[in-house]
């Protein structure tokens, strides 16, 4: 039951909203027309029966009092006249007759007899002043009312009023209340129409919009809905949706750029890297080995001993040379203090390097960070600040650079400082996508790998400041990644 209930409810509410509205506005209409004719015709029956007998009991009560003249002169006729009259002017009045205290009739308006049974069907006592009784005939319902004329003694007037004026009555006031309300219905029908052609408009955009947008096209806006209501908000907060979606997507395709030109990049300095390498090993190295052979070989066809002492200092200070080739070939490609697990010394090595190259004041406060860093963690801050420091020597025109490196609750925190030129942050993070560059954003994936965050902070002509932290647990548990002992 219940569930043919739910079943008939979802089929019915399941229509269109128009359908919904205009069915409310005729369901409600003719709701009210129904009750508004069942009341009237509840509460004006009676009120109409009352007037029917009010009038009935003053015409007979007029006939009582002027009856006696007649009856006592034996002037039937006149009162006959006077009846006839009476019932001539009101069209309610269905019959007159009067009868002496035996129940003779004296006048009556009916011409022939009294139909059958009539006289005896109402009778008021001496003591009542009208007895009413309801006769149900073939012409309807016919109220009788019986008045006695001085007390009884003389005899009884009847009248007989039809109900059949106020049953018309009543059916042309409930006709016309019936075509009231079809002239209402229908301008409630064309009112319910207009109104749900305006409100069902921003859902009809909204679908269209959502179909839009669900093909991939963000940039599609729903038109502004003009009337302040729900279907205002609910266009405003689409749209405001769509541009939010918008933006992520931007955002999205922002950073893959960034990611793709960062790998092509990377690529490009490993494949120069590797140039440089050759080239250095071609230049220098086998330079040496082949000096080296050929003092060998010097030393192989010398005729004696003296002869092969004399070689040997030119031979030994060739493989000096290309050991210290190798060393800064080595030191160039990892800085070697990395490897010893001195990230301090390796900043303080690289900035000394950097103060004397750019003839700029670097200020150094590195703080024993008392833990025992991952090689990836020293490496990535190493890396941090090289290419902070590249970015201060090619854009800040700094004077001075701070580098603070210290340890905060078990975090690590690394800020980076220039009295330079600054730049407008939000811009130069929005416009790097299309110009290619790569450090800051270089920067910030390196710390997001460790599980930290970074922020930048500048303006023109106030300075740079870089603020790095490294939370505990990307070194404390890295010792799979090769932890370096201090
Ligand atoms: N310390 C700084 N002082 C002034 N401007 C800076 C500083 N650091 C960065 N900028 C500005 O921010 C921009 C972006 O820096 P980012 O390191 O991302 O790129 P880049 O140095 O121009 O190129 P790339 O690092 O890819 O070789 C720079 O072009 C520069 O305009
Ligand atoms: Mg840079």
């Known amino acids: 039951m219940r569930r043919w209930l739910v079943k008939a409810g979802t089929m019915v509410l399941g229509v269109s909203l128009r359908a919904k509205i205009i069915g409310l ?53 006149q009162l006959y006249t006077l009846v006839r009259d009476i019932k001539n002017s009101n069209q309610n009045i269905r019959y007159i007759f009067l009868v002496d205290p035996l129940q003779n009739v004296l006048v009556d308006t009916f011409g022939n007899a009294l139909p059958a049974g009539l006289l005896g069907v109402n009778r008021v006592n001496p003591s009542e002043s009208d007895h009413i009784e309801v006769l149900s005939t073939e012409e309807g319902l016919i109220r009788d009312v019986a008045i006695p004329i001085s007390g ?55 679908i269209a919009a959502t179909r839009v947008v669900s093909t991939g096209d963000l940039s599609y806006r729903v038109p502004a809905w003009p009337i302040k209501d729900e279907g205002s908000e609910l266009t405003q907060a689409f749209n405001h949706m769509i541009h939010k979606m918008e933006q992520s997507a931007q955002e999205i395709e ?114 024993d960070v008392g833990f025992e860093l991952t090689r990836e963690v020293a490496s990535s801050l190493y890396r941090i600040v090289q290419e902070v420091l590249t970015n201060v020597a090619r854009h800040a025109r700094a004077t001075q650079v701070s580098i603070i490196l210290n340890q905060h609750s078990g975090d690590i925190s690394l800020t980076i400082e220039d009295d330079g030129v600054g730049f407008d942050v939000p811009q130069v993070l929005a416009e790097r996508v299309g110009q290619r560059k790569y450090g800051l954003f270089g920067i910030q994936e390196r710390v997001m790998v460790l599980g930290g965050s970074s922020q930048i902070e500048s303006s023109p002509g106030q300075g740079t400041t870089i603020y790095v932290k490294i939370p505990g647990e990307a070194f404390k548990h890295g010792q799979n990644h090769g932890v370096i002992s201090r």
């Open 254 to 367: 922002d950073l893959c750029t960034l990611r793709r030109g960062l790998t092509e990049k990377v690529m490009q300095v490993q494949e120069e890297e590797r140039r440089h390498l050759a080239r250095e090993l071609h230049d220098e190295t086998s330079q040496s080995l082949a000096s080296l052979r050929l003092g060998l070989k010097y030393a192989e066809e010398a005729q004696n001993l003296e002869e092969i002492k004399m070689r040997l200092p030119e031979v030994r200070h060739v493989l000096d040379d290309a050991f210290d080739g190798i060393r800064r070939l080595v030191t160039e490609l990892r800085p070697y203090v990395l490897d010893d697990g001195e990230l301090g010394q390796a900043i303080t090595h690289y900035a000394q390097e950097f103060q004397s190259r750019y003839s700029m004041e670097v200020d150094l406060t590195l703080d």
């Open 25 to 77: 506005v005729v369901g409600l209409l003719l709701l009210l027309a129904g009750a508004a004719m069942f009341q009237a015709e509840r509460s004006i029956s009676p009120f109409l029966n009352q007037q029917l007998d009010t009038e009935a009991i003053s015409t007979a009560k007029y006939i009582a009092d002027r009856g006696p003249d007649y009856i006592y002169r034996g002037d039937l006729f």
């Open 152 to 206: 009884g003694k003389v005899g009884t007037v009847r009248i007989g009023m039809s109900e059949k004026g106020l049953v018309q009555a009543k059916a042309k006031m409930l006709s016309g209340l019936a075509v009231t309300t079809f002239a209402v219905l229908f301008v409630g029908i064309i009112l319910a129409f207009i109104l749900s052609r305006i409100l069902a408009t921003p859902y009809r955009r909204l």
